[in-house]
């Protein structure tokens, strides 16, 4: 694996999902259908992986993903990998998306390396280029799960956060350097309390690593909870803002964020590929606010691509490689 300089101004980068390959589709079947073993799947995803990578690569992003190409869904992946989940029945989402929404029937415990060895494949084909983890977070483990066994909701997410610990302490042993935790449910609950006890878990999940720590949160009423979440032991925030509009953009001035922000500059819930002047107008907008400085500023969707067409997916990665290059000359 050869070296590579990530910019100092604007380095770009993903959520984390890319749009599902076909033939990783397949293989998540049949596992399920216990047609290959566990084994056999890590194995047998590579393939799809490499090409995920190759595409971001191919785009210009400078911290790549593995494109979640193994995950059928942020939630279950994880559940079905920790002791102590049962399945559950199927829950609706949004729109006509649905997943089994999966129940807690013991103690969560860790039991064994999850992701950290399609983590070290998708290294192996980057080119050099530093490769995020990305980890369903223990809040939105916990909210997206029906919970039948413990009778403290902060018992559960504080066992929770000690299995995605030790996650992340065999990611570090492999070599990962960016962790993100992805937090999508917090936005659902903006109170302080539900905060202070994610700051818990996150403070269980990170300390005395020496990572890259981020948290992504996307959606909802985000300037509800940002109060009570900027003194998160993280490094950095990576929020959604294109498809609000940038609404959050004066929330972080006011109280005064001084953080690292991963910059949400295209929306994935939409088809149109946003040009290259659209996106350096959108990173224009956040420099003339000025709490922040261009070395601190990722631009990236403003979530996970997993539901867009490849296509599609890919061009707006390469017009983000573009417009952060223009900007990095303006800024």
């Known amino acids: 694996m050869t070296g590579y300089e990530v910019p100092r101004k604007f380095p770009t980068t993903v959520v984390g999902s890319y749009p599902k390959l076909p033939q990783a589709e397949n293989l998540i079947r049949m596992r399920k259908a216990g047609q290959i073993s566990e084994r056999e799947f890590r194995e047998l995803v590579k393939p799809s992986i490499r090409e995920v990578v190759e595409d971001q690569l191919q785009a210009g992003i400078d911290i790549v993903s593995d494109g979640e ?25 949004f729109d006509n998306e649905y997943f089994k929404r999966p129940v807690v029937v013991g103690r969560i415990e860790w039991v064994e390396p999850i992701t950290a060895e399609l983590w070290s494949y998708a290294a ?30 902060k018992e559960l997410i504080m066992d929770l956060a000690r299995s995605i610990r030790s996650e992340v302490e065999e990611l570090v042993k492999a070599g990962a350097r960016y ?14 309390e539900e905060a202070d006890m994610l700051k818990e878990a996150i403070e269980v999940i990170f300390r005395g690593l020496e990572v890259k720590r981020i948290i992504h949160v996307c959606y909802g009423r985000l300037e509800r909870i940002l109060p009570h979440i900027l003194d998160y032991p993280v490094d950095q925030f990576d929020l959604e803002m294109k498809n609000s509009n940038f609404r959050l953009l004066p929330y972080l001035k006011e109280y005064g964020y001084d953080k690292e922000l991963g910059y949400g500059v295209v929306d994935v819930h939409s088809f149109r590929v946003e040009s290259v002047r659209e996106i350096r107008e959108a990173i ?7 709490f922040i400085g261009p070395e601190k500023v990722y631009p990236d969707p403003d979530c996970g691509l997993k539901r867009l067409p490849r296509e599609v997916a890919k061009a707006k990665l390469r017009n983000i490689v573009e417009a952060s290059k223009i900007a990095r000359e303006e800024w």
């Open 69 to 93: 190409q193994a995950r059928d869904d942020m939630v279950v992946y994880f559940a079905e990998r920790l002791r102590g989940f049962g399945p559950g029945g199927w829950v609706r989402v």
């Open 179 to 192: 962790v993100q935790i992805d937090e999508p449910a917090l936005s659902t609950r903006p109170f302080k």
């Open 284 to 290: 224009d907008r956040l420099m003339r606010e000025g």
């Open 124 to 153: 192996s084909v980057s080119s050099g280029r530093p490769v995020k983890v990305t980890l369903t977070g223990p809040y939105t483990m916990m909210e997206w799960s029906f919970d039948l066994y413990y009778r403290d909701r």
